[in-house]
């Protein structure tokens, strides 16, 4: 008893620390969450009820006590957006500070830029909850060739006790209107110049960047590079950007991924970001590559672009065919906190609020399916490839998706529906779960393997229905075993040797972050390395003892040979066969992470003889200009016939036979070439 006496008084005074400790980390919690304005999900932060006021002279605006935003009337426009002791967080100095645009055009035209300018105002509904306000406008016959033909609703929903707007739109195109072509759409924010200084669009992706004025080519503040995007700073404001590389595309990121970004104003300690909890109004799938924030400071919310695929998206608009499509909505939200990193912190933090809520309750478009209104569809893919596997394989971690029905891997030009994507786990099981009412197919890929699936049956999605597809099998490509094969099927160049960049054409923002190496890629002028590594000879490859990581160039491009001009270049892949089969034909499978302006002829055993494949023209996505690893995905399957073999050594010859620009080329995702099925 005695002895006891001690442990139990260690024991409650253990158990009082622990109490104290938990008390203080929730007041610290509260209030940081207090500091930044943020509601955890579910809640609202106490705060003055919404109003919305249209008394001043051709402008609305709305205010919640937090943020107040000002529209112009009935354009549409953003021009003030006030918060905390911030008059203006946007760019006074200009007149477009907040806008949609669309880039446009009708057949034999050239392209022009419409700023989707209302013309009529309408508040859609007005309580102390929320107010949601319409700028909209409508087309006839008599605005052809100066607007897009385009019926336009952009609305803005403004909630109490939230930190930001919620922004959408809804385009409409009605039968026998004008056949056009729509490459662009998206929402523009150009923020205070003197006061946005730091750039956040993912955890190792953020730096303090130079100013607009940096990028000024008329001063000899910067210096002119291959591209109009891309310069070299030489006279910056901060001396530490000197001598660097600024290009927009060096912050573009995969749709999937592209969910959050933004800029930081360092001294008034207040963020503004682009949330967007959902990707399904967005186009060509989950791995289309964006734009997201640049120098400027510039916002972007990218709905629509050919930005790494090219006019191979179909973006005509048909005349016998109406469509109507609804973007967004997107979420602007501001936040306060004492560093960087705790404002970056609750943007994700937020980011996750808004995932958990979608889709939200409180739109009130009728275009906007609420989430009783969606379906469900269910599954799990296997894949059988007999050569790898007697059974069948888990399709674990394969990206499934809904989108408007085409054939396989259609999804990556499809730009005119809705598209719902998911990550099946390690065993293939997956959900597609809030999926708007209509008709689709169902698509997949699986990381290792080759090739595209699509389910052989339409998805029809009803209102709060669950379908259920069962088991699926998917059967990759394949003729017989593997006798070499180089890369790893995942529809990217990454594994393959990236070089170092140019000293001189360097941007820091990656090489001076831990986890650099994922994004090593991301620098300018890459394609030129390959002929500093290759001055004369070009890529050799002996199968079985090179390395890909190292041997293999990330891009095939042409060879620079001083004064802009171009040589075609050859990559050779060596390999020795123990015999050749007299029963089959052997096959060249060929998958391209990217093309662009190129034509690759495939030869085998002589350079010099008529190849016996060529590809013709393919590409136009850019990825090599662009620091983008990849672009639009191709697979070709190509037949060998077993006389061009030999027993011994053999070579196949891969030539890039156009030379028209310092950009065209391919990237290769994987290469791999089969026996006959009866061989082993």
């Not at 009605?174 to 200084?197: C, E, H, S, Y």
């Not at 930005?307 to 602007?332: C, L, Q, R």
């Not at 073999?645 to 070579?651: A, E, I, S, W």
Request: some cysteine.
């Amino acid at each position: 008893m005695e002895n006891g006496v001690p442990v139990m008084k260690m024991d409650l005074v253990m158990i009082q620390v622990f109490v104290l400790m938990f008390f203080l980390h929730g007041i610290h919690s509260r209030t940081l969450r207090g500091q930044s304005n943020v509601a955890e999900p579910g809640q609202k932060l106490a705060s003055a009820p919404v109003t919305v006021n249209t008394t001043g002279e051709n402008q609305v605006v709305v205010d919640n006590g937090i943020i107040q935003v000002t529209f112009s009337n009935p354009a549409g426009l953003v021009t003030v957006i006030k918060y905390k002791g911030f008059d203006n967080v946007l760019n006074e100095k200009i007149v477009n500070r907040v806008y949609w645009d669309l880039v446009w055009y009708e057949p034999g035209q050239v392209s022009q830029t419409d700023y989707l300018i209302g013309e009529k105002f309408e508040i859609i509904s007005q309580t102390s909850e929320q107010v949601e306000i319409s700028f909209s406008k409508t087309w006839d016959t008599s605005k052809r060739g100066s607007t897009v033909p385009l019926n336009v609703d952009k609305r803005y929903i403004i909630r109490r006790g939230s930190c930001g707007v919620y922004m959408y739109g809804v385009l409409e195109r009605a039968k026998g209107w004008p056949r056009v072509d729509m490459d662009q759409t998206r929402i523009v924010f150009k923020l205070n110049r003197t006061k946005f200084d730091y750039m956040a669009v993912a955890d190792h992706r953020q730096n303090l960047m130079p100013l607009e004025a940096d990028r000024n080519l008329t001063d000899g503040s910067a210096a002119p590079l291959e591209y109009k995007e891309a310069i070299r700073m030489v006279k910056p404001k901060n001396q530490l950007f000197k001598g660097q590389v600024d290009d927009k595309y060096l912050y573009s990121m995969e749709s999937k991924d592209n969910r959050l970004h933004g800029w930081i104003a360092s001294e008034q300690r207040v963020g503004f970001w682009i949330i967007t909890p959902s990707y399904e109004f967005r186009t060509c799938g989950p791995v289309k590559q964006e734009l997201t924030s640049h120098v400027g400071p510039t916002l972007l919310s990218m709905f629509t672009s050919v930005h790494y695929s090219g006019k191979e998206i179909n973006t005509t608009y048909a005349s016998d065919v109406p469509w109507k499509k609804m973007f967004g909505p997107v979420f602007v939200y501001l936040n306060t906190a004492p560093s960087h990193d705790l404002m970056w912190t609750d943007a994700k933090r937020q980011l996750a609020a808004e995932i958990k809520s979608w889709p939200y309750d409180f739109v009130k478009s009728v275009d906007y399916p609420l989430r009783q209104q969606r379906g469900t569809v269910q599954g799990q893919l296997f894949v059988m490839d007999s050569f790898k596997s007697k059974t069948k394989l888990n399709g674990g971690f394969a990206s499934v998706g809904l989108a408007l029905p085409g054939e396989a891997g259609s999804w990556q030009t499809e730009s005119k529906g809705y598209q719902f994507w998911t990550q099946a786990d390690k065993t293939g099981m997956f959900t597609i779960a809030n999926v708007r009412p209509g008709t689709y197919n169902l698509f997949a890929w699986v990381p290792g393997h080759i090739g595209d699936y699509k389910y052989e049956r339409d998805i029809i999605i009803a209102p709060g229905k669950v379908i259920n597809v069962g088991p699926l099998v998917y059967q990759p490509p394949r003729s017989g075993p593997t006798l070499w094969e180089i890369g790893v099927p995942d529809r990217t160049a990454a594994e393959f040797n990236i070089p170092d960049p140019d000293p001189a054409l360097l941007t820091k923002l990656y090489i001076n972050h831990s986890n650099a190496p994922e994004d090593k890629f991301r620098q300018y002028g890459l394609w030129d390395r390959y002929s500093v590594l290759y001055p004369r000879e070009d890529v050799t490859f002996t199968a079985g003892v090179s390395d890909y990581k190292k041997d293999w160039f990330f891009a095939q491009v042409n060879r620079n040979t001083g004064g802009k001009k171009l040589q075609a270049t050859t990559w050779k892949i060596n390999f020795s066969l123990k015999e050749v089969s007299q029963t089959g034909n052997y096959t060249l499978r060929i998958a391209f992470a990217a093309a662009n302006g190129a034509d690759i002829l495939v030869g085998v055993n002589e350079a010099s003889s008529k190849p016996m494949f060529r590809t013709t023209l393919i590409g136009k996505d850019n990825a090599i200009a662009r620091h983008g690893i990849h672009g639009i995905y191709r697979l070709f399957n190509i037949d060998v016939q077993r006389n061009l073999l030999k027993v011994g050594d053999n070579t196949i010859f891969l030539t890039q036979n156009r030379v028209t620009s310092i950009f065209s080329g391919v990237m290769y995702d994987y290469l791999r070439l089969e026996g006959p099925s009866g061989t082993i």
